[in-house]
């Protein structure tokens, strides 16, 4: 009701002549993006390497036929972001030009639409997902998870559907997959207090969806239709309700691992009724604040991509390696490194039919500016050093290039 009220009132004083002569009030500002927004094929130049510069990592997969499909996030981390996809059709080695953009213009306010978080992932019926987060500004006190679908992404032209709204909030990494078959996907609404920047200054006292505070922090959505529909589950709240980027494994007696960042690490939590309800999160790993990679391989041990070692806490953006546990996460070995330079991070990755591993993250945002690709086997992690002969390093997926500010 406040919220209404404030829009009410902020209307009368607050109106914005965009094209045409069409007045944009202050609640079509907020309802601009629950309209979904356009998908570019084929983009112009302006989108290439030589005329980007910043990349920061979102994910990657692989489609039934072999073709791989990076996005990264160009623009930089704030409300200039926008999302940039990328195809490989020889195992990685060389990269198309940009194939899908997804870049909405700013309002004629100056208020900036964004895309800052997504992430491909392939279902197990070959089609190609692409979640992605859309808000205005950094944060608008509600976001938005969005999916759009193809199913023919290995063809010469990919045709991808209409965007669809999920729920409130951003998904950082990909869906699991329980034994029973339901989809999962921890959905993370951050805390009102992170609405600043460009967006406060022009809704000054715009209080965030003070409704939404109830949904605030991790909630669980479920799917039993293959992604038809989606069904909220349980919430659990973490020290930091903001960037936590949760990732949910199952175990093998069916209890669900729920692994979020902290400023004082990672924490975890655990359920026993599929994300319905939660312990309280403890800490689990010391990392540095960023994102984290954790999946159940084929073998059914555990893969997980982090900063430094177990022994040793890792203060900074490097060190990225690749360990495996036999024991359901009890104890992990190997540890190889992909990446030992500063400026590494948010990896995200897949295992291919052939076993082999598949980790892309970025280098250097706004600097270097690259998307990396490592390509290894279970074996490989599992000893600390590559061992098999199809197994490669620091491969480039893109690299920006263009002027910097």
């Known amino acids: 009701m406040k919220t209404k ?3 009410t009132v902020l209307c009368f ?14 609640q079509k500002i907020l309802d601009s993006v629950l309209e ?16 980007r510069n910043y990349n920061m990592n979102c994910g990657i997969a692989q489609t039934p036929n072999g073709r791989l499909w ?3 996030i160009s623009g930089g981390d704030s409300a200039d972001a926008y999302l940039v996809a990328f195809t490989s059709d020889d195992d990685g080695k060389t990269w198309s030009k940009p194939r899908l953009v997804i870049d909405p213009p700013e309002l004629s306010n100056g208020v900036k639409r964004r895309v800052l978080i997504a992430d491909f992932w392939t279902a197990p019926n070959g089609i190609l997902w692409l979640f992605f987060d859309y808000g205005l500004s950094m944060f608008d006190g509600r976001m938005g998870v969005w999916v759009t679908t193809c199913e023919n992404p290995d063809a010469d032209f990919p045709v991808w559907k209409k965007p669809v709204r999920i729920c409130h909030g951003n998904l950082h990494n990909k869906p699991t997959i329980t034994k029973n078959g339901t989809w999962l996907i921890p ?7 992170y609405i600043k920047w460009d967006f406060k200054n022009i809704f000054k006292d715009f209080d965030g969806f003070p409704e939404l505070d109830g949904e605030r922090g991790i909630t669980i959505f479920a799917s039993t239709n293959q992604g038809k529909t989606w069904i909220k589950h349980g919430r659990c709240v973490f020290p930091v309700s903001a ?3 949760p990732m949910i494994v199952e175990k093998k007696d069916g209890t669900l691992w729920l692994l979020a960042r902290t400023p004082k690490g990672l924490y975890q939590s655990f359920s026993n009724d599929l994300g319905r309800t939660w312990n309280e999160p403890v800490p689990s790993f010391k990392n540095p604040v960023t994102r984290f990679f954790i999946t159940r391989l084929v073998s059914g041990n555990l893969l997980f991509i982090r900063h430094g070692t177990f022994d040793g806490e890792e203060k900074n953006r490097a060190k990225l390696s690749a360990w495996i546990s036999e024991d359901d996460g009890q104890t992990w070995k190997g540890g ?4 030992e330079r500063s400026g590494v991070s948010y990896p995200d990755g897949f295992q291919a039919k052939d076993g082999r ?7 250097d945002r706004g600097g270097e500016a690259e998307i990396l690709l490592a390509v290894f086997t279970e074996e490989d992690a599992a000893a600390g050093k590559i061992i098999s002969e199809k197994s490669r390093l620091k491969q480039i997926v893109t690299k920006a290039t263009g002027h910097r500010k």
């Open 36 to 51: 979904p927004p356009e998908l570019l094929i084929n983009p112009v130049t302006k989108y290439d390497d030589d005329h």
């Open 336 to 339: 190889l490194m992909l990446d």
């Open 13 to 26: 004083g607050f109106v914005v002549m965009i094209g045409y002569g069409e007045e944009l009030s202050p």
């Open 357 to 363: 591993i598949y980790i892309t993250y970025d280098r």
């Open 5 to 7: 009220l404030f829009l």
């Open 243 to 245: 960037g936590e980027e």
């Open 70 to 72: 990076a996005c990264s």
């Open 187 to 193: 959905i993370e609404l951050y805390s009102r207090e």
